[in-house]
T-cell receptor, first 114, second 112 residues
């Protein structure tokens, strides 16, 4: 069974802390994504990566950075957490081409910044 | 700019009734189209996808969707809703699998 695994389901962090959200996929996908989900706003793309060490900004990259040192792992970093970053974070992966090109999602990490 | 619109934020249907969730996309050409379902506190699960060919696609859990190029729509349907279908549904579009654009979601409530 294909899997995208996010390291934490729930996190509580303090304002100003550096926060790492980890995501691992076992499908050998080239593309990996980080989305933020807020009620009424759907999923908004923070960053995506199409290869190791390659990344591109999505629609809301401010306050975030990412790291992709290995193909299977994509990390989201909040350099200095703020309360407006309290949200559900979803990681996804997809192949770069072909007929099976849907995005596969992890279970999500609900982050609360206090 | 590319966008996906789901005009209905909340929908309530009675168990056993039929369901249609609307989705419209705004693209220069026909994108790849997807419907996902999200149960509370969970990630997104793919229901079905349209890449090309037959405009009526079948998915899991008895869902189907119809692509209509003339209306730029990809509406999700189910003939008879079950209480377990209560969830949030997202329509998504992609040109090249490097970016997926999601609608804002439709929350489905099912009345007993």
């Amino acid at each position: 069974d294909v899997k995208v695994t996010q390291s934490s389901r729930y996190l509580v962090k303090r304002t100003g802390e550096k926060v790492f959200l980890e995501c691992v996929q076992d499908m050998d996908h080239e593309n990996m994504f980080w989305y933020r989900q807020d009620p009424g706003l759907g999923l908004r793309l923070i960053y995506f990566s199409y290869d190791v060490k390659m990344k591109e900004k999505g629609d809301i990259p401010e306050g975030y950075s990412v790291s992709r040192e290995k193909k299977e792992r994509f990390s989201l970093i909040l350099e200095s957490a703020s309360t407006n970053q309290t949200s559900m974070y979803l990681c996804a992966s997809s192949p770069q081409s072909g007929t099976g090109g849907e995005a596969f999602f992890g279970q999500g990490t609900r982050l609360t910044v206090v | 700019a590319q966008s996906v619109t789901q005009p209905d934020i909340h929908i309530t249907v009675s168990e056993g009734a039929s369901l249609e969730l609307r989705c419209n996309y705004s693209y220069g050409a026909t994108p790849y189209l997807f419907w996902y379902v999200q149960s509370p506190g969970q990630g997104l699960q793919l229901l079905l996808k349209y890449f090309s060919g037959d405009t009526l696609v079948q998915g899991i859990k008895g869902f189907e969707a119809e692509f209509k190029r003339s209306q730029s729509s990809f509406n999700l349907r189910k003939p008879s809703v079950h209480w377990s279908d209560a969830a949030e549904y997202f329509c998504a579009a992609s040109y090249n699998f490097n970016k997926f654009y999601f609608g804002s979601g439709t929350k489905l409530n099912v009345k007993p």
